[in-house]
């Protein structure tokens, strides 16, 4: 099957700080999406992204379909930003989900 | 916003038991599924349904496992004899009319194995 990988594994920030995850995928797919998984385990919807680039208050992300990979941008960091990021992407009746990265926001 | 409700949130057995894993979708989605994360782990696919019957399942997804719409509105997934392995938190999610579309997940069963 697919592989879906995430870079980095783990990521700790200062309050305020930015930063970019990464999602690299081995085949073409149909769509994309990020979601964060609170300290609660809920998975929150963040973007449906099969191509091109949005923003959402301080999140941004792009995808590039034709290069396998999709870019989560995450500025002015809070405490609430806490948690797990996924990447999954969708290859027909299922969608695939990357490993993941960690983040922890520190105030 | 509508929303995926999973019961129970919790859900605790002896191994060799069997468990009834109850999921509402959103109402007007006709594609469901079953994930499962392990505790600290990636979020794994089960299985898809679409238009009362499996559309896709993954090598998890064996005899033990099975899947129904006993009704418009529910979603299950049974564990038929739970073993220890089974212990994870299970999360249902729908979609809505291609299996591409935006995915909703529930909030989760954390099922535990004893």
């Known amino acids: 099957g697919i592989q879906v990988e995430q870079s980095p594994p783990d990521l700790i920030l200062q309050e305020g700080a930015n930063s970019t995850l990464r999602c690299n995928f081995s085949?073409?797919?149909?769509?994309l999406q990020w979601f964060h998984q609170n300290p609660w385990g809920q998975l929150i919807n963040l973007f449906y992204?099969?191509?091109g680039t949005k923003q959402n208050g301080r999140l941004s992300a792009t995808t590039v379909a034709t290069e396998r990979y999709s870019l989560l941008y995450i500025s002015s960091s809070q405490t609430t930003d806490s948690g797990v990021y996924f990447c999954?992407?969708?290859?027909?009746?299922?969608?695939?989900f990357g490993t993941g990265t960690s983040l922890t926001v520190i105030p | 916003e509508p929303e995926v409700t999973q019961t129970p949130s919790h859900q605790v057995t002896q191994m060799g038991q069997e468990v009834i894993l109850r999921c509402v979708p959103i109402?007007?989605?006709?594609?469901f599924y079953w994930y499962r994360q392990i505790l600290g782990q990636k979020v794994e696919f089960l299985v898809s349904?679409?238009?009362?019957?499996?559309?896709?399942k993954s090598e998890i997804f064996d005899d033990q496992f099975s899947v129904e719409r006993p009704d418009g509105s529910n979603f299950t997934l049974k564990i038929r004899s739970t073993k220890l392995e089974d212990s994870a938190m299970y999360f249902c999610?729908?979609?809505?009319?291609?299996?591409?579309?935006?995915?909703?997940f529930g909030s989760g069963t954390q099922l535990s194995v004893l």
């Open positions: 999954a992407v969708n290859t027909g009746n299922q969608f695939y």
């Open positions: 109402s007007n989605h006709l594609y």
């Open positions: 349904f679409y238009n009362n019957e499996i559309s896709e």
């Open positions: 992204i099969p191509s």
């Open positions: 085949d073409s797919v149909n769509n």
């Open positions: 999610a729908s979609n809505s009319d291609r299996a591409y579309e935006k995915l909703f």
